[in-house]
């Protein structure tokens, strides 16, 4: 194992800096096994950490020891409907290994570089297909994981439904994940339609989307008051052949979109002659996704995109926090007046558009952000800088006094309070039961110990 001492590491865009006192990189489980039994060379807490791509600041503490997972990364066994791997496995190394066997992943979220067990014990998200969920963790059947006391243990859905509901949202508190296995299904080809809205309509169409069946996945421009409405569903009366399509998006979404904000923000001073151009450059963005982002057959696993670490000054940044089905409309109404105000007030804009997912009612996880039924969410996307920080913890205000639900690892800035008004008696819970599994608070860093508290 790869042991380094007193190294500074930042998260893959540079946000966060971590000092661990010790930054491991094991190989094998006896390495878990000596890093969790060994408080002397490996001080306490210690912290999995996956790609580090978590918007919020989720890997550990000044003086602790860092365990990072990526050398883990092979894939271990198929069965007919799933798969069994090494935590550090990424989501697009999945992809591309099941690809080849005519399998795919149920969800196929965006992001490409997400480890598998982050997959399995943090928040993720993607539109929901009919009659399935849009948290990856939800299709995971069973982990196997070094205790904090350095015993390993294997927990599955069949033997240990109630302790896998809350493994799905441990986030590195409960043991650290060495081997994960998740269903998979038969590839199948999908269409995708995008349909550029007013807030109105968006409202007016969104029950007939889900009627007909399609995943809802959407662009928000709050201050044109405009939606992208991204639909898809699958088509098995086809065979895969586009990806390019796909590619297209990913390009706009990973670099063309943050680099163009950016120069209109470097080039235009005059911030009216500003305005106008970022207006336009937004009308074109919608357009040219409607008509070249359609096709009957992508391949799903073109979904997936590489951000790749140290992403310079193009990089994409979000905020997440999902509400209620029944008042979201309202509420997404008022986001976008919240932003507007938010201009008036402090001149600062966010300089991509917001996006935003519909997720079926979900309790397979405890932190599960659709717990008491469907939800739909508002994230607020930047190239980041300091105003943008500010710009959220306003944000998290205006969620959290309208009952929205974040995500611990893709909501930065979160408050104890505001974590106990969206999860209530889920949070006592969870602190009690990690209290009895971890006691000696061996995996127990300052931000969790502030927010379960
Ligand atoms: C540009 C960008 C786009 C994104 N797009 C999406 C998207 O489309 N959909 C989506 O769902 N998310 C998206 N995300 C968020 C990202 O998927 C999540 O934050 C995810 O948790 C990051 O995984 P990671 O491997 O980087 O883990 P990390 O950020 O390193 O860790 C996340 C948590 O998992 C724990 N952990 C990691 N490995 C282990 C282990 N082996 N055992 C126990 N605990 C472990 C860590 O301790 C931490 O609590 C995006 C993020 C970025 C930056």
């Not at 996945?217 to 052949?241: G, H, S, T």
Request: proline fraction near 6%; aromatic fraction near 14%; glycine fraction near 6%.
């Amino acid at each position: 194992m790869d042991i380094q001492q007193d190294v500074t590491i930042k998260s893959w865009d540079g946000t966060w800096t971590y000092h661990p006192h010790v930054r491991a990189t094991p190989e094998s489980v006896e390495d878990l096994v000596e890093i969790m039994t060994d408080p002397v060379r490996f001080p306490s807490p210690v912290r999995p950490a996956g790609s580090m791509h978590s918007t919020a600041r989720m890997n550990g503490d000044e003086g602790g020891t860092m365990v990072d997972m990526k050398a883990m990364n092979r894939i271990l066994h198929f069965t007919d409907d799933t798969v069994t791997v090494e935590a550090g496995v990424t989501h697009m190394q999945l992809a591309n290994a099941l690809k080849e066997r005519g399998l795919q992943p149920y969800i196929t979220t965006e992001i490409g570089n997400v480890t598998l067990a982050a997959m399995a014990c943090a928040a993720t998200k993607d539109s929901s297909f009919p009659g399935g969920f849009g948290q990856v963790s939800s299709y995971v059947t069973a982990v196997r994981l070094v205790t904090p006391q350095g015993e390993i243990r294997e927990i599955s859905e069949v033997d240990n439904p109630k302790e896998m509901q809350i493994i799905r949202s441990s986030y590195g508190l409960f043991g650290i994940i060495f081997e994960v296995t998740i269903k998979v299904r038969p590839t199948t080809a999908m269409s995708v339609r995008h349909y550029s809205l007013s807030i109105e309509n968006f409202r007016k169409f969104f029950p007939i989307y889900r009627a007909r069946g399609y995943a809802v996945m959407y662009y928000i421009f709050p201050y044109a008051k405009r939606v992208l409405v991204e639909l898809r569903k699958d088509n098995p009366e086809a065979k895969p052949r586009s990806k390019y399509r796909w590619q297209y998006r990913n390009r706009f979404w990973r670099k063309y979109a943050p680099a163009v904000a950016l120069w209109i923000q470097h080039t235009i001073p005059n911030v009216k002659l500003r305005r106008m151009v970022e207006d336009f450059h937004f009308y074109l963005l919608r357009q040219l996704l409607v008509w070249f982002v359609r096709s009957e057959r992508t391949w799903p696993h073109a979904q997936i995109i590489n951000y790749p670490r140290d992403p310079g000054e193009n990089k994409y940044l979000f905020s997440m926090w999902a509400f209620r089905e029944g008042g979201y409309f309202d509420i997404l109404e008022e986001y976008c007046d919240f932003c507007i105000a938010y201009e008036q007030h402090t001149g600062y804009r966010c300089n991509l558009p917001s996006v935003g997912y519909a997720i079926a009612r979900d309790v397979e996880a405890m932190f599960s952000y659709s717990w008491e039924g469907a939800t739909l969410s508002i994230d607020p996307a930047s190239t980041g800088g300091p105003e943008w920080e500010e710009f959220l913890h306003a944000y998290n205000d205006f969620c959290s006094e309208r009952r929205g639900v974040p995500l611990f690892n893709q909501t930065p800035f979160l408050t104890r309070e505001q974590v106990r008004r969206a999860f209530g008696a889920r949070l006592q819970q969870f602190a009690a039961r990690r209290k009895e599994v971890d006691p000696k608070n061996r995996m127990l860093d300052s931000y969790f110990r502030e927010l379960l508290s």
